[in-house]
């Protein structure tokens, strides 16, 4: 999430007249000189309302989650958590994912996607920072888990607060930006990188955790200030006002059979499940794995995620415009080989080696570059937005049930050979391969 601006670049939607426009991108001169026309950036000056909020404020979530994220596991580690244990923390998350999806659609229609968003997001970031920060063993790691699971509900009304008021045509290079501002981090990293060089891992987490509540506490109250309720909405809010949230719940199962029927909902769920599950693997075994298996150092981790944000930042500025006439078919299926290679280089590293996991770090990073900006407009394009909130819980629940086994799966993995985790990434990513492939005429359909 990106939101480290002036306030003033900040307006609502009465200052935009209408936040459902994305406006087209006029010649800016600073200094004499224009700036450049690149895509990516005439989007960013010319989001107003809503996706202006948004994309603006997401560096304030992003920059603290890519500081703390590459060095969770080991913590958790250090704190004497075992692999396994490792993996129930993940699958507790997951389950606590599953759940709060279920309930996400309801709640951002009950109490509209504005208030949702701030409510859910301090239960499920501000708070988990807090036990994070104060961990003392397995358990703390659980409560936060379970906190942290309620995600799901707010990435669900945020995500309706980005899209509602957002142009179709524009909806890739909007999910762009805001990968690319998940990315801001590279500036902070080397921070990190000393302060565990210089300090034990636990002290140092402990304070990125600190600081990870204050600066996400503070995009919260940003976006809540700047935003506006979009139209569907302010138009759901009445419609559910005298409507119990039990008799809410009710009408999912029209909603579930609506996408089990459907095509392109069934393709937006296996694709996002898949890289779910091997976002989720890569996430909580790579730092144990290097540095537990290959016995590079801790403070190396916090040098991987710069290359890797470097590299997202120059394939997207660079190559994304470029890359926009093919569609979604061929880019995400070079993105999931581009996987696949980069988890084949990681498994024949030798111990000790240095270069080889900076050269899987390039493949991954080239890889996301492609996929997921592309997962997610795919996604937001297949589903109907009368009835955006209610579908996107039910993919979520989908999703998050098939990938919530697979965090313990995944620990026991690693507990007999931490190589284990990856192989599994792998075959789920060949598996993908299939499914892109034989969806290849519903992308076509919305290129």
Same mark, same amino acid.
């Given at each position: 999430?990106?939101?480290?601006? &002036? ?195 636990? &002290? ?244």
């Amino acid at each position: 999430m990106l939101k480290l601006l &002036p306030y003033g670049i900040l307006h609502t939607a009465k200052e935009s007249g209408n936040p459902a426009q994305i406006r087209p991108a006029t010649k800016i001169v600073r200094g004499g000189a224009m700036i450049n026309n690149h895509p990516l950036i005439k989007t960013l000056i010319a989001l107003r309302g809503n996706p202006r909020a948004c994309v603006y404020t997401e560096p304030l979530w992003g920059v603290p989650y890519n500081l703390f994220m590459p060095f969770a596991s080991v913590y958790m580690a250090a704190l004497l958590l075992t692999d396994s244990q490792i993996g129930i923390v993940a699958s507790v998350s997951m389950f606590f994912r599953a759940v709060s999806a279920l309930l996400g659609g309801a709640v951002t229609d009950k109490l509209g996607r504005k208030k949702t968003t701030l409510i859910f997001d301090i239960l499920s970031w501000s708070i988990p920072c807090l036990l994070w920060a104060l961990s003392q063993n397995f358990w703390w790691f659980i409560i936060a888990a379970s906190f942290n699971g309620m995600m799901e509900i707010s990435t669900n009304s945020w995500t309706c607060l980005l899209v509602e008021e957002s142009e179709e045509k524009e909806m890739v290079r909007i999910f762009t930006l805001v990968h690319l501002a998940l990315q801001l981090a590279v500036f902070f990293a080397p921070i990190a990188a000393i302060l565990v060089n210089q300090f034990f891992i636990v &002290p140092v987490m402990r304070v990125l955790y600190l600081f990870s509540f204050l600066s996400m506490t503070t995009k919260l109250i940003l976006l809540y200030k700047f935003c506006e309720e979009t139209d569907v909405g302010k138009t759901r809010k009445k419609e559910t006002a005298n409507i119990s949230m039990f008799k809410i719940m009710t009408g999912y199962g029209q909603v579930f059979r609506r996408v089990l029927a459907s095509p392109g909902m069934m393709l937006a769920l296996v694709i996002t499940a898949t890289f779910g599950i091997t976002t989720m693997i890569m996430t909580n075994f790579f730092g144990l794995y290097i540095t537990g298996m290959l016995l590079i150092p801790n403070h190396f981790l916090a040098y991987y995620p710069i290359l890797r944000s470097v590299i997202i930042i120059l394939f997207m500025f660079v190559f994304m415009p470029r890359l926009s006439r093919f569609g979604f078919k061929r880019p995400i299926m070079a993105g999931i080989l581009l996987y696949i290679a980069s988890h084949a280089i990681l498994l024949v590293t030798p111990i000790g080696n240095l270069i080889m996991p900076f050269v899987y770090i390039v493949l991954e990073a080239c890889a996301f570059s492609l996929v997921m900006p592309r997962r997610d407009s795919l996604i937001a394009l297949l589903i109907d937005p009368d009835e955006r909130a209610r579908i996107s819980s039910i993919l979520n629940v989908l999703t998050l049930c098939c990938a919530a086994p697979f965090g313990y799966f995944a620990g026991r993995l690693s507990d007999m050979d931490r190589r284990l985790p990856f192989v599994l990434d792998i075959a789920l990513f060949a598996s993908s391969l299939v499914v892109v492939w034989s969806g290849r005429k519903l992308m076509k359909n919305k290129e």
